[in-house]
């Protein structure tokens, strides 16, 4: 199957993200999952086949999963009758949704010691100004989860931050409820993934406000935003083997991109393998078999 990397439909563009192309309904939002990847920010010509399906199939089993912690703006898969004719482009990776305000933060929840958090950890002890014990090894896992919050760049690259810039971007009320609904959030979704033989490292949340009511958003617990490792080859100090993007980052890595764009042509093994991760994350969390 070919990637699809864009949507052109007869409907007011209302955004067109990273990998989501977003348009307006009016009172609500259609958002079709395209097959384009993402690395370091940047986005590359070629796109994963059937990412997009899983990104979308996925995220609504997390919403469903975790309905009962919070509400979601997923309104269903029906699209509007105009678009008849774009059913086969759009079936198993659009969404209608609600029309939510964004709020401006990404809420990280970190259960494992990995990527930019290890990074900050060998420079400081502490990952967003919270300090860890010492001595702890690449792929550890936490005493607890921590709640390490970034920057949502709409260029360039989010950056972590403290619990303080939360506070100021959305009031102390909001902050702490972001913080606590995102560990509560990812211990649910952790325990889960651990039945089904996945560890789940860490996540990022999206919330929006509808109305004065806080609800999650975007996509949730995907391999895009989300470190997946298979529990039966964890080993700490070392990077894992993963069921998520990571394995495009480390190629990009052994080639020495430095991550600026034009992003470099990826082999087709790369590709390949990526959409069967995909794909593998969808079938080990689900229990269901992907329908291509």
Known sequence: MNAITETKLPLPLFRRGKVRDTYDLGASLLMVATDRLSAFDVVFAQGIP???TVLTQLSLFWFDYLKDIIENHVLGEKIPASLKNYAPLLAGRSLVVKKAKPLPVECVVRGYLSGSGWKDYKQSGKICGISLPKGLRESEKLPEPIFTPSTKAEIG??????????????????????????????????AHAEKCGIILADTKFEFGILGNKLILIDEVLTPDSSRFWPADKYSPGRPQPSFDKQYVR?????????????A???????????????IAAYEKITGKKFER
């Open 157 to 190: 690259h989010d950056e972590n931050v403290g619990f303080e810039y939360v506070v100021k971007k959305v009031g102390e009320k909001t902050a702490n409820q972001l913080q606590d609904l995102s560990i509560k959030l990812y211990k649910k979704a952790a």
């Open 250 to 262: 480390d190629y990009l890595a052994g080639i020495g991109w430095n991550k600026k764009p034009p």
């Open 50 to 52: 059937y990412k997009g």
């Open 264 to 278: 470099p042509t990826l082999p087709k093994k790369i590709i390949d393998g990526t959409s069967k991760k995909y």
